[in-house]
């Protein structure tokens, strides 16, 4: 998935953008680097799990399903932002 979005805005608008901080928001790129979100796909049970014990000492030999060491910090990083998925029959 990729996901892109921009500001048009007159040299005037720039010292508001500048001014108001939204330009120091993490997500936010004003160069040509791309942020990359890698995380991992997760089962709702996973993440509930993973969510309620998620601090700098949980490491990936501590987890009761398999996911690798990168996209553990990956999802440490962005978990905040992960969705949640649930798949139902109606």
Request: charged content about 25%; glycine content about 4%; overall charge negative.
């Amino acid at each position: 998935m990729l996901t892109v979005g921009g500001i048009l805005c007159g040299e005037q608008d720039d010292t508001v953008l500048q001014q108001s901080g939204v330009l120091e928001h993490r997500f936010v790129r004003t160069s040509d680097n791309s942020l990359e979100i890698s995380v991992p796909p997760m089962t709702f049970r996973e993440k509930q799990w993973l969510d309620s014990r998620l601090d700098k000492n949980l490491t990936a030999d501590n987890l009761i399903f398999e996911l690798e060491e990168e996209l553990l910090n990956n999802y440490r990083t962005f978990y905040k932002e992960y969705p949640t998925f649930v798949e139902m029959m109606l």
